[in-house]
């Protein structure tokens, strides 16, 4: 699905060679500033590499409009984004901001109910834990209903049981419906047990795959 | 009609016991403003002593060279001061911005005051060009000033909510578009504040000179409102195209947020 060649991005990432499958779950490991993050940010061309070349499905990411992209590739960043509004509101940003049609209130139960987040739609989002915001911006993501998830450490808030469950959820949702997940995680239990693949970042090198 | 009265040389000097009183006062209080004080005076008076002139020779000279020559500078200065104004540094595509909206903006909206509003012939009159233009350019200027800082400030600030929004697909556009509303909104208050205070809260200067002068106040409240009205158009003109510029230049080609390093 995505392939990527000689790819160099400042001092931060050097990748000769690593291909990513399709419908499958792809863990990104490795410490923290080994450049996990902007690799998913280079896959969602929210960054560009400076030497190399990216492509998804056979194309250029350099060819492919980039917003259209994001609609596709859509990516969760670590720190969730939170807009002023309802939990509705929330959920559905992602839908406006995609152009797509928007979900009715039962499927936004729904997601919410995915995520573990027991809330009412109209309750106001500001006063949400840290926690509690992370999952949202999961649901929202996941209402969105891409081809790819790219997620940077959807569960960093989060206890570890309630990680393993939202993981869990999250994988087999993917493989019901056939999508791509690749998420950056610093839990190597949660790589072991769900990954079909895993890449191992170490100093912006892939070093074990 | 009544002629203004002239102030004798020893008329205008006993004004200056105001600024004495001031320089008394932040001395007794011990504040250290005393130069900034006689310099922001003198400043004032020698730079109104000049425009006096200026407006003397532009009024006995008639000329549209001269008239737009007089526009032009002023343009300059108040694109210039703009620039000055800013707490950060701004790149060389938002000042480009910034400089294209102010002119667009209130060039615009001087020549449609001023021609169709006014109906003035011949249409360089510098009587009439000349402080309705300072009027219109110095109230965008404020106006726009405000938008840039906010534009700049809301970009910066809220980058991450930003970047996120791009990151569900969202354009440019739509990443930006509270950010946008918010600098637009923010400009274009102050000129509705004061559109509420006029005629209660104070005179406004144009109206005051008109009915110094002898107009009746009836003629100087037409005129009031009509600029008053002309301003207005300015800086939303002014304001709604530099935010509609500007944000573009915080994303590059493959719609990624570009923000200067410091």
């Known amino acids: ?209 | 009609m009544d002629q203004v009265i002239q102030l004798q040389m020893w008329q205008m000097l006993s004004a200056y016991i105001f600024i004495l009183l001031l320089l008394f006062i932040v001395r007794l209080k011990g504040i250290p403003r005393e130069k900034e004080i006689l310099i922001a005076t003198v400043r004032m008076s020698l730079q109104l002593v000049a425009t006096g002139y200026v407006l003397v020779y532009l009024f006995d000279n008639i000329n549209p060279f001269y008239t737009i020559l007089t526009i032009a500078i002023m343009e300059i200065f108040a694109i210039f001061n703009i620039f000055k104004r800013m707490k950060f540094k701004l790149n060389q595509k938002l000042k480009k911005t910034i400089a294209l909206s102010m002119l667009i903006g209130t060039m615009t909206s001087l020549l449609y005051f001023l021609l169709v509003v006014i109906g003035l012939r011949p249409w360089y009159d510098p009587r009439y060009f000349v402080p309705i233009a300072g009027m219109i350019i110095g109230n965008s200027m404020t106006g726009i000033a405000l938008g840039v800082s906010k534009l700049v400030d809301g970009m910066k600030d809220q980058r991450h909510l930003v970047e996120s929004s791009l990151m569900l697909g969202a354009t440019p556009k739509a990443a930006a578009g509270d950010i946008v509303n918010n600098a637009f909104d923010s400009a274009i208050l102050p000129t509705i504040n004061s559109m509420v205070g006029m005629g209660i809260v104070f005179l406004p200067g144009m109206m005051t000179g008109q009915i110094l002068s002898g107009i009746s106040p009836i003629t100087a409240i037409e005129y009031q409102i009509a600029i008053m009205l002309g301003i207005v158009g300015s800086v939303a003109l002014t304001v709604i195209l530099f935010v509609q510029l500007g944000y573009r230049t915080f994303f590059n080609h493959e719609q990624q947020l570009v923000l200067d390093e410091e």
Request: aromatic residues 4%.
């Open chain 1, 1 to 209: 699905m995505f392939q990527i060649n000689n790819l160099k991005y400042k001092s931060i990432l050097d990748i000769t060679n690593v291909r990513i499958p399709k419908n499958q779950i792809t863990c990104i490991i490795g410490e923290s500033g080994s450049g996990k993050t902007t690799l998913i940010r280079l896959l969602n061309k929210l960054i560009s590499p400076d030497e190399g070349t990216i492509l998804y499905e056979g194309t250029h990411l350099s060819k492919i409009d980039s917003v259209e992209l994001r609609r596709k590739v859509v990516m969760l960043p670590q720190a969730p984004a939170i807009y002023s509004g309802t939990v509705r509101d929330n959920l559905l940003i992602g839908l406006r901001f995609s152009e797509k049609p928007l979900a009715s209130d039962p499927n936004l139960l729904n997601a919410l109910q995915m995520v573990n987040l027991q809330k009412s739609l109209d309750q106001s989002s500001d006063k949400l834990s840290g926690g509690e915001k992370q999952r949202l911006a999961l649901a929202r993501v996941l209402l969105m209903d891409p081809e790819v998830f790219l997620l940077d450490e959807p569960s960093s808030a989060l206890d570890e049981e309630t990680e393993e469950t939202i993981i869990m959820k999250l994988v087999e949702h993917c493989k019901n419906y056939n999508k791509s997940l690749i998420m950056v995680t610093h839990s190597k239990k949660i790589a072991n047990q769900f990954a079909d693949f895993i890449i191992e970042i170490k100093n912006g090198k892939i070093v074990n795959r």
